[in-house]
């Protein structure tokens, strides 16, 4: 086929992976959300707001802003509790807990790492990589109103892509050494529940598994000639291009919904602050 799309991530790999006709009308056809993805609508998509907004406070605090500066900009009753349980969680305290207005060692925010795969380019911006002596951590910032099963986030594209990724090509960040698999901790912090990160470490077999999946995927997406519908009818209730399929016009329920369907953030990336090796 021919195919017009340079870049794959972690959304859009999903997204081929629950349904390819979705994968197609999205990045293929770039058509635009036609449906409201779920109901109740403006309580869903407050809440995506104020989660966007979450993960600005983060990054101010840590490019070196007091917490009790950022604390201030936290102007709902959710952004308030997020941030007080962020500042109170004894799992970030190493992180959220050190000098006031001083840049902070080993911590990389907003970083957007990307590699060559197959005839595309695999990006993934993250949140935060921490290194931290021979550990590294991968913190990802997720405010879901219900918490996810670990079975259900490790076979996530997201968290198989961003350890990968680190590995391919993370060299830069870690004072040009290569990372190795084992090094790397991958944590989903929930600011709703925040005595219960999810937590996945890496091996060395997990990350030929996951490259040799990803460059296996990679070339179906280049030669297939057909993005066909999912045979899950359950994944439309919440699609946004369920009027195109005739799957049916009542939205989905949101909180399933927040946890299947991710905003696509690759257009607001930097290309210009992409770090990459070649290989
Ligand atoms: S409505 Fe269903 S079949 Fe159509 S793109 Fe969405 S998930 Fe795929």
Known sequence: MSIQLNT???SSLQDYNDCPRRFELRYLQQLAYPAIETEPALENEKHLKEGEYFHRLAQQH???IPAEQVSKLANTD???RWWDNFTNATDLSSLTSSPKGKDLPGLKTEITLSAPLGKFRLVAKYDLIAFGGEKIYIYDWKTYRKRPKNEWLAVRWQTRVYRALLVQAGAHLN???SIQPEQIEMIYWFPDFPNDPARFDYKADQFKRDWDALTKLA???TTASSFPKTDEVSKCSYCPYRSYCNRGIRAGDALDAELETEAEE???INFEQIGEIEF
């Open 78 to 80: 959710n952004l308030q």
């Open 266 to 268: 690759l257009f607001d």
């Open 62 to 64: 840590f490019i070196g």
């Open 219 to 221: 070339d179906e997406i």
């Open 175 to 177: 004072g040009g050494k």
């Open 8 to 10: 794959l991530s972690q």
